[in-house]
């Protein structure tokens, strides 16, 4: 059976709460970073995120589980590859952003919000969410203003954790109101 776009979306959309446990789980991997360029250096911010980055899937994947969704999408799902094809992008740009930081640590932060940025717009077709647009676009939009400002660790490091907390409870909340609709 050939499972149409918008069925792949809605199975997404079911299996990881509409992606906002991942969204909250990388605000805490931001809010993370930021109080280790607040408290230690902004070198071990930069490390702080890399590694808090490692974690993003499965604290979401736990979050999917405690608030009830199943973690997962159904065996068949096209969009289960673009889903893959999105990290490795993602985890291919990371060198790009550590070596940047190398040269010029105060741009590490609003690097990794516009890598970030460009994969969440990759989500608006995994979920179907315009949302994902809007947040894609807030943090790409956050790192190219910060980038100039030569902002510190900790204020990059903070904004990227402000944005996806914020959009991350509201997709909770957009997920919350798409399951009663469907009722």
């Known amino acids: ?15 990881y709460y509409s992606g906002a446990t991942g969204i909250l789980a990388s605000a805490l991997a931001w809010f993370v970073a930021a109080g280790v360029a607040l408290l230690a250096s902004p070198e071990k911010a ?6 808090g980055g490692v974690f993003i899937h499965p604290v979401g994947l736990l979050l999917c589980k405690l608030l009830g969704s199943r973690g997962g999408h159904e065996k068949g ?13 993602l985890i291919f740009c990371l060198p790009i952003a550590y070596l940047l930081s190398t040269r010029q640590p105060s741009l590490f932060f609003p690097a990794m919000l516009l890598i970030i940025g460009g994969r969440y717009l990759v989500f608006a077709t995994l979920y179907g969410m315009r949302l994902y647009w809007v947040l894609g676009l807030a943090l790409a ?12 660790a900790f204020a990059g490091a903070l904004a990227g954790a402000v944005v996806e907390a914020v959009f991350g409870i509201i997709c909770l909340a957009s997920h919350r109101q798409w399951v009663r609709s469907a009722r």
């Open 141 to 152: 939009g956050t790192g190219m203003v910060l980038a100039p400002l030569n902002a510190t």
């Open 1 to 15: 059976m050939t499972m149409t776009v918008a069925h792949a979306q809605s199975d997404m959309r079911q299996g």
């Open 46 to 51: 930069v490390w702080a995120l890399l590694v």
């Open 77 to 89: 799902n096209p969009l289960g590859l673009l889903a893959g094809a999105s990290t490795f992008w």
